[in-house]
């Protein structure tokens, strides 16, 4: 525990002291395993509140902030854009799941639809590999296919 200012200690330590928690923008980002300015630009983007600098000149962020960062990150690794992510935060954990199924949804089909353009690349580039392996060398198949105009 150390004293960081009239009526602000900081919490070093286990999850259990997560809830006191006071963090400065580098440790708050070390604790959620990303950047310094990754932490900024959430803030520019009105995904992160910025607290007021205390007497120090620091500013000081709770547990909250932690957790509301890693919100965004988990979301993130669902393919969510900032902007459905914004959206998410300001929801009703009780009232929206409407809102996030249809979220999901949506989220959903465009991975489909990626998954089905790779399945073509794969398939494509494997022609290719298989081409490569069977020709004599006369000509190099891939060569050959990104010059034909069709």
Known sequence: MLTIGVGYTLYLGT???M???IYTIGQLAREAGVGVETIRYYQRRRLLAVPIKRVQGFRYY???MLERLRFIRRAQALGLALEDIRQL???DRKRA????RALAAQRLVA???KLKDLTGLR???SAIVQECDHEGGSSCPLLTRLAIDR
């Not at 799941?97 to 996030?100: E, F, M, Y």
């Open 89 to 91: 935060l300001g929801l």
């Open 111 to 113: 991975v489909e639809a």
């Open 97 to 100: 799941c409407a809102t996030t």
């Open 19 to 21: 809830q006191s928690a």
């Open 123 to 125: 398939d494509a580039l």
């Open 62 to 64: 709770g547990a909250e």
């Open 15 to 17: 999850e259990s002291t």
